[in-house]
């Protein structure tokens, strides 16, 4: 998208708005958010105070991800803007420089957080949220970061984030008492998503799928993958809803084990919230782990 398309649909917008009424949620502090989970996070601790937009859809992938020009429209009238980070928002710089935003702070919550170190990803892995232990320190950093650019209502993101804390930490409890009681350890992913949750909670992932987003496997590496699965007993190939399933359930069949399906970003009904989400991650991997 060219800056002078961007900024052509901006004035547009803006015109259009300035002819009509109060915008909905008038008051409220504007928030652009990534991808679901941080947006949930925001809206737990933002409450009432807030309107919070997710810029990557529900069933999108983020590494495959463009922003549509009404979504950069919100980030040139948001006052925050949430990103991951780990440049897991690779199309960010392009967003924040067509949003000419002079106002709007950007906030990096993956910042300062122990990042894995992952092969073709500049920075790392930037799965962090998918460890509970690690989304406590997201959700402090957005608590933060509402207080930076609305500090009068100060008390009041302290006490959402107080609870919502409270709540994260007892599902860090709840998924390692879980977990805790499974025969297996040991899995295949479609790609590195769950490394940070297998740290938290003692399993290995022994192989992905897809090294890189995009890059299918050659015929030899998805048959070094099903020598992976038999050596170890893997019971299952983990896909994920946002991303093809073909290769997958390829490995799959040839090692003769099932496909189970995870979601790392959620966003729709039944796993709306983070707590949600991983719950219903925890759940699938119960099916074959257990």
């Not at 219903?280 to 099916?287: D, F, H, S």
């Amino acid at each position: 998208m060219s800056r002078r398309l961007v900024l052509t649909i901006l004035a547009s917008a803006l015109l259009l708005a300035g002819c009509g009424q109060a915008a909905p949620g008038a008051g409220r502090v504007r928030v652009a958010v990534s991808i679901p989970p941080l947006a949930d996070m925001a809206r737990q601790i933002g409450g009432d105070r807030v309107t919070v937009v997710e810029l990557v859809p529900p069933g999108a992938s983020v590494h495959t991800y463009e922003p549509a020009p009404r979504q950069v429209q919100f980030v040139s009238e948001a006052q925050l803007l949430i990103l991951n980070g780990v440049n897991l928002e690779f199309w960010a710089p392009k967003v924040i420089d067509a949003a000419d935003n002079p106002r709007l702070q950007v906030v990096y919550t993956a910042e300062g957080l122990p990042i894995l170190e992952q092969e073709g990803e500049e920075g790392g892995n930037p799965h962090v949220w998918l460890s509970p232990a690690l989304a406590i320190r997201q959700a402090e950093r957005i608590r933060d970061a509402l207080i930076a650019v609305d500090d009068a209502h100060r008390d009041a993101y302290e006490a959402n984030a107080s609870r919502y804390l409270a709540d994260l930490r007892a599902l860090d409890e709840e998924i390692r008492s879980e977990t805790s009681t499974w025969t297996h350890r040991r899995f295949v992913a479609f790609h590195s998503a769950w490394v940070y949750f297998a740290e938290a909670y003692g399993l290995e992932q022994v192989a992905v799928i897809e090294e890189s987003p995009g890059r299918e496997p050659s015929p030899e590496y998805i048959a070094g993958i099903v020598q992976v699965i038999r050596r170890y007993d893997v019971p299952a190939v983990f896909a994920e809803v946002q991303l093809p399933t073909k290769a997958a359930e390829a490995v799959a069949a040839e090692a003769g084990v099932p496909v189970i399906t995870l979601d790392p970003l959620g966003g729709v009904e039944g796993r709306s919230t983070y707590v949600e989400l991983l719950r219903y991650n925890v759940r699938q991997m119960t099916q074959v782990l257990r």
